[in-house]
């Protein structure tokens, strides 16, 4: 915003801001920083509607101008690395028999087992477990959706979890903490640990390994497939129906992945 909108229109009040201000804004990084200025127009667009919300304007014109910039060609995206699912068992073994930090091996495999996002397995709390349940309810304010999400535990993952909590410092309430005091062990830890290893992925790339494997292996079915990864539902009408989190038949599909990856590290 500083960088592309401010330079361009910030000295305007903003019931008098134009779709061709916004326009002139993006043209000149649309085709050069695609990414950049898909972010900064979506930006721009939260600013309209935050005025439209409080009666300083009735129209949006970040998204006037949709039809005035050309379509961006998705077709070279580049996607985070991923390993085949059957060679994921294989990356854990090779970590766990590794002289890396024991929170870090054990981090590691918590994330690949419970499918989540880097962050939301490094920034975990203890509090946000009930071990006798086996649940695991990661707040709204630590997920992409901002909604509580769920995830049930397998056993492994909670063989996980008393093994991190022997390590457990008495200076926070971090299930991973990295090597300072009240920090959460960090994204680059994970990365680098995969790199040195010769691990041809990237911490979220199990992800996609955990999707690839529950699409083509088994007969879960998409739905909750999409639950288990905390995947926002883009239809509307379907969103409006989904008022279950299909809890019960996550905890298979979870037990099933952990089964499947098990005999893997033998």
């Known amino acids: 915003m500083t960088n592309y909108a401010f330079l361009a229109f910030g000295s305007k009040r903003v ?20 990414e950049t200025a898909r972010r900064v127009k979506q930006r721009i667009s939260s600013v309209f509607k935050w005025a439209v919300a409080n ?14 910039l050309p379509k961006h060609d998705r077709s070279k995206t580049v996607h985070r690395k991923a390993l085949p699912y059957d060679q994921v068992g294989g990356a854990i073994k090779m970590v766990l028999d590794s002289d890396a930090r024991m929170v870090t091996k054990l981090a590691f495999e918590f994330l690949v087992l419970t499918a989540t996002r880097s962050a939301e397995t490094r920034n975990a709390v203890w509090s946000e477990f009930d071990l006798a349940k ?5 707040p709204a304010a630590r997920m992409k959706a901002k909604k509580d999400h769920r995830v049930p ?4 993952c909670l063989a996980i979890l008393a093994e991190a909590k022997a390590l457990k410092r008495s200076t926070d309430d971090l299930v991973f ?15 680098k640990l995969m790199k040195d290893f010769g691990i041809a ?15 083509e292996a ?3 079915s998409r739905e909750v497939i999409e639950f288990a990864l905390a995947h926002i539902i883009k239809d509307k009408a379907e969103a409006a129906y989904a008022r279950s989190d299909l809890f019960d038949k996550r905890r298979t599909l979870m037990d099933d992945w952990s089964n499947y990856v098990a005999p893997q590290l033998t």
Do not use: C, Q, Y
């Open 55 to 68: 009666g300083w304007r009735t129209d949006n014109p970040a998204e006037t101008i949709t039809k005035a």
């Open 218 to 220: 088994t007969a879960h």
């Open 153 to 156: 535990l397998s056993a492994r």
């Open 15 to 34: 019931d008098i801001v134009s779709s061709a201000d916004v326009l002139g804004a993006l043209s000149s990084i649309w085709n050069e920083k695609p």
């Open 201 to 215: 992925a990237v911490p979220h790339g199990f992800r996609s390994s955990f999707r690839v494997w529950a699409g």
């Open 134 to 138: 086996a649940i695991w309810t990661i």
């Open 177 to 191: 903490p990295g090597t300072k005091d009240t920090k959460p062990l960090s994204d680059m830890t994970l990365s």
